[in-house]
Nanobody, 120 residues
Framework: QVQLVESGGGLVQAGGSLRLSCAASGSIFSINIMGWYRQAPGKQRELVADITSADSTNYADSVKGRFTISRDNAKKMVYLQMNSLNPEDTAVYYC??????????????WGQGTLVTVSS
């Protein structure tokens, strides 16, 4: 019905950069909040950043000043530009979206996750 597909993960050295992308598709009337969570091995999933349809952003303290979230409403996409990466950023990154669908009301949708590995 509604799908999120992430791309852009991979292996990068400490201090490097990566850009994650997430595309939404399906029976979407509107997308309210979009964002990214991450889950490191042995840890709980945590919010990294989110962005409203009005481009209001929210960041975890650990990524402020290093990560930038943005979205393209026309393309139904959200991006996460990650700079100055360090090994503590290693995790599976999940895209999420709060979606108003055409027929089924509001849904919270998750992507399948993309692995980001930062080597020291």
């Amino acid at each position: 019905q509604v799908q999120l597909v992430e791309s852009g993960g991979g292996l990068v050295q400490a201090g490097g950069s990566l850009r994650l992308s997430c595309a939404a598709s399906g029976s979407i009337f509107s997308i309210n909040i979009m964002g990214w969570y991450r889950q490191a091995p042995g840890k709980q999933r945590e919010l990294v950043a989110d962005i409203t349809s009005a481009d209001s952003t929210n960041y975890a303290d650990s990524v402020k000043g290093r990560f930038t979230i943005s979205r393209d409403n026309a393309k139904k996409m959200v991006y996460l530009q990650m700079n100055s990466l360090n090994p503590e950023d290693t995790a599976v990154y999940y895209c999420f979206a709060d979606v108003t669908t055409i027929k089924s009301g509001n849904l919270e949708v998750w992507g399948q996750g993309t692995l980001v590995t930062v080597s020291s």
